[in-house]
């Protein structure tokens, strides 16, 4: 069955893609499925029942798979799954409960960041709370005026895990691993060409060479940028969406919900990329 593409920005940013039953996908519908994903940014492939095992399996024909730093929020049996979740049991949350409220791209505090993160809804707030944000920034690069973007080639920011990462502690060990990592601001993807501005408000602590008044002062300059309403996607999750964003062109944020009176529960998967150029 062929599948249904429905851009949901005027430029073609995040689509919509019907008809997809990624347990049974051939290597035709995953070419199509790919080639959506770099036209688009992120995709949300909607109405699927995935196992573990068919998530994994599905996941790593993009590439193989990164196991988070937050080890005892993995899936047991299963690593390769980091569960975002508010679900309880004996009264501890069986993995994180907000991942990333503010914008981000995931794992940009590595050497070699995620490529694509595949985030699958398996129990969605039923109060329409809890969607999460999507930044088109290769759009936002390219709306920048000439002179701004001449005088931002060339810069690196610091990226850092423990920059402003509001929930967890990492343990001395895992701050060992995480000594934070210098990246482009501006990044070419890899299988595009295209530039993209690299940026997290979570994780990025400074640019580089500037002072730190000046440095404080772009970032906020181009969050605000980044974020306006033309270069955002808000996405409305419903069970059975399996949402896939390339971490190499896109930002993302998680909206509040209310962990009180609704669940929302979702397993991710993590492909691994290459260092930013
Ligand atoms: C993530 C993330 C956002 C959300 O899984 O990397 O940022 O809305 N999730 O849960
Ligand atoms: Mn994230």
Known sequence: MSLEVRPQMENGFFAEIYGADLTQCDDGQFDEIRQAHLRH????????????DQQIAFSQRFGPLSIHVLEEQLLVGYPEILLVTNKKENGRYLGIPD???????????QETPALGSLLYALEVPGDGSGDTHFADMTAAYEALPQGERERLD????EHRYDHKHENFELSDNQVDRLPGVLHPLIRTHPETGRKA????????????????DDS??????????CTQP????RHKWRKGDLVFWDNRCTM??????????????????????????
């Open 41 to 52: 940014g992120v995709i949300v492939i909607r109405d699927q029942a995935l196992s573990p």
């Open 99 to 109: 991942l990333g409220r503010q914008w981000h791209t995931d794992q940009s505090y």
């Open 154 to 157: 060339g810069l690196q920011a």
């Open 197 to 212: 501005l690299y940026l997290g408000v979570q994780l990025v602590k400074r640019i580089v060479g500037l002072s730190p």
């Open 216 to 225: 404080t002062e772009t970032l906020e300059r181009l969050y605000a940028h």
């Open 230 to 233: 033309t270069f955002v996607h």
């Open 252 to 277: 993302h944020a998680a909206q509040p919900y209310d962990d009180q009176r609704v669940t929302r529960h979702m397993h991710r998967t993590t492909v691994v990329g290459e260092r930013p150029f």
